[in-house]
């Protein structure tokens, strides 16, 4: 992909306070959009969207946008945890 490319994947999907989960630069980009204004324009949301922008124009680390989403989406540090995968099933062969 470009280095600028709203398509891209965070390393980790954000999951969202009533449920569900950005994972593209474009999903946060909607998300942040359908906001209200009041919200919008919080200084949390502003330093998001900043990052969002920059990383989405001129490529760099999708980390910078996912920090400043979660810290704009849950204010006060009570981030949800790791996604769990399950492990996975090995058998050993003799």
């Given amino acids: 992909m470009a280095k600028g490319s709203w398509h891209r994947t965070f ?3 954000i999951p969202l306070p ?3 989960e950005l994972h593209t ?3 946060a980009a909607n998300f942040i959009t359908k906001l209200p204004k009041r919200e919008h324009d ?3 949301w ?3 969207i900043e990052a969002l922008m920059l990383v989405a124009e001129y ?4 980390m910078l946008p996912r920090i400043g989403i979660m810290r704009a989406l849950y ?11 399950r492990a996975k099933n ?3 062969v003799r």
């Fill in 46 to 48: 502003r330093a998001a």
């Fill in 90 to 92: 090995y058998r050993i």
């Fill in 42 to 44: 919080a200084p949390e």
């Fill in 59 to 62: 490529g760099g680390d999708t």
């Fill in 75 to 85: 204010p006060g540090g009570a981030v949800p945890g790791p996604r769990k995968k």
């Fill in 18 to 20: 009533g449920g569900g």
């Fill in 25 to 27: 630069l474009r999903d």
């Fill in 11 to 13: 390393d980790d999907p």
